[in-house]
């Protein structure tokens, strides 16, 4: 049977089903990478960036907007939102084509359960989110989104602080399960007691994030008070 001229091409000799198999074990690491670098990356820093407005709305739009240009704004399209619609397809994929293991602890089934649960949440918290508070004022409105304006519907307008409570949840939880899983994905931890020291480290990861999600909607639900 031939074989390839050379070695960077598909081995067409392989069998179909080992063909699928390598090229889903690709995809699932490329989706599981993008995770964490730069989505995950970048997700700590935007939360961080937010929790400056417990020190006031000129540190939140220093912290926020301060660095935007329209060339950030397309540094950010390539970097974030590139690898964010790669792992959002990737993920839809595997909502439909995985199933929970029942061999494994009831657990590990919840997990998995509330990873998806939590990765549908994102998507339409990530949509709404970045379509009112980053295109539509930055490439339709001509500017950024007003500090003045967040903190008026977070405090005024109960579907909006319920929104970002649970979408700042979703995210600590997502990341810090996506964590878990990228490190047992490749390889990092193998054994059975760095699977458990990493899953507390996970659950550290989460309550933190969540602690400075949380932090900083409620300073943006007080500034909202005098707005």
Do not use: C
């Not at 970048?42 to 961080?48: A, Q």
């Amino acid at each position: 049977m031939a074989q390839p001229i050379t070695t960077d091409q598909p081995d067409r000799a392989a069998p179909p089903a080992a063909r699928s198999v390598a090229r889903d074990f690709l995809l699932a690491r490329l989706g599981s990478l993008f995770a964490i670098l730069p989505l995950g990356v970048w997700s700590v820093n935007h939360l961080w960036n937010q929790f400056a407005a417990s020190n006031g709305a000129a540190a939140w739009e220093a912290s926020v907007e301060g660095h935007q240009s329209t060339a950030g704004a397309f540094v950010v399209f390539v970097l974030v939102l590139g690898p964010l619609l790669w792992h959002t397809v990737w993920g839809i994929s595997r909502m439909f084509r995985t199933r929970p293991n029942t061999d494994l602890s009831r657990l590990s089934n919840i997990r998995y359960w509330l990873q998806r649960l939590s990765a549908t949440g994102l998507l339409l918290f990530l949509g709404a989110h970045l379509w009112l508070a980053w295109f539509q004022p930055r490439f339709i409105g001509g500017h950024a989104e007003p500090f003045t304006g967040l903190a008026h519907e977070m405090h005024f307008h109960g579907p909006t602080l319920a929104v970002y409570l649970a979408g700042t949840l979703g995210i600590a939880y997502h990341l810090a399960n996506g964590l878990w899983s990228f490190s047992m994905g490749w390889g990092l931890v193998v054994s059975k007691s760095g699977l458990a020291w990493m899953e507390r480290i996970s659950m550290v990861v989460f309550v933190a994030l969540l602690a400075i999600g949380w932090a900083a909607v409620y300073a943006l639900y007080s500034a909202g008070l005098n707005t």
